[in-house]
């Protein structure tokens, strides 16, 4: 558990030409470092952040960049600042875990199991109903954007960066097929759900199974603009999804 004190506080790593980074690489550097030891459990909700000025001393940056990355991470509901008392980390139900940068700092660690099973849960709630929308309402612009996005997660594989990143877009593509605006404002939180959970399962050895199968099933369903296919096949590719993420989990961690 944190304290007030800074001795946990390493200062950020200097770039060659400058003690200082531009203003805003230098605000999303604390905010990233701050809200890594949030997620990680290093701070808990209820601590105090160590003060401002120690803070600032501590990480070799000014006050202002310092205040600036914790209004980043009050936005995002992980810390609120109150007058005379500090800023207190808030309980977990406040923070806004869909976020995609919120995503990555969970990641940049050992995930909460608990935070893997909401997000997989989240995806079986909403995927399977949007893969049976987007078979009804999809336009052929929606298929071009899915079937190349699903070209590319063959040609470069979910083993690269490129690969994952059209394995966001081929889920960005169905959530807009759906022609829903609220089940499209969530395509960048499913879209860094799926990449980092997607990670997250080789980071110790290969993919256990090849999933780009899975998504195909999907988008010929869509194509044939068969819901219901849609829907068994989108259900089917996440809980497989889940499943492989189970097993690159250490035993003892049940998901």
């Known amino acids: 558990m944190a304290t007030n004190d800074d001795s946990s506080i ?15 690489r230098l605000r999303g550097a604390v905010a990233n470092k701050l809200g890594i030891a ?32 914790v209004q980043v991470l009050a936005a995002k509901g992980l810390v609120e600042s109150r007058p005379k008392t500090g800023t207190h980390v808030l309980p977990r139900e406040r923070w806004n875990l869909l976020d995609p940068d919120v995503l990555a700092w969970a990641f940049a660690g050992e995930p909460d199991p608990r935070l893997i099973r909401s997000l997989f849960e989240l995806r079986l709630v909403i995927e399977p109903a949007a893969a049976a929308l987007a078979a009804e309402r999809r336009t052929r612009a929606d ?80 194509a044939a603009r068969d819901a219901a296919a849609a829907t068994a096949a989108m259900q089917v590719l996440v809980d497989l999804a889940l499943s492989d993420t189970r097993s690159a989990m250490p035993a003892e961690t049940p998901v």
Not at 10 to 24: D, I
Not at 213 to 220: C, G, N, Q
């Open 38 to 69: 949030i997620l990680s459990g290093e701070y808990r909700p209820g601590d105090v952040l160590t003060g401002e000025v120690a803070a600032a001393e501590a990480l070799d940056v000014s006050r202002g960049a310092y205040r600036e990355a």
């Open 143 to 222: 298929l071009t954007r899915m079937g190349e996005a699903l070209k590319g997660m063959r040609r470069h594989t979910l083993a690269t960066a490129e690969g994952r990143a059209a394995d966001r877009d081929f889920h960005d593509a169905l959530l807009h097929a759906t022609g829903n605006d609220a089940m499209v404002v969530l395509g960048a939180s499913i879209g860094a759900a799926v990449a980092w959970t997607t990670q997250f399962k080789q980071r110790t050895r290969a993919l256990p199974r090849d999933p780009i199968p899975d998504h195909a099933r999907v988008y010929d369903a869509i």
């Open 10 to 24: 390493t200062a950020l790593p200097a770039p060659a030409s400058s003690t200082r980074k531009p203003g805003r």
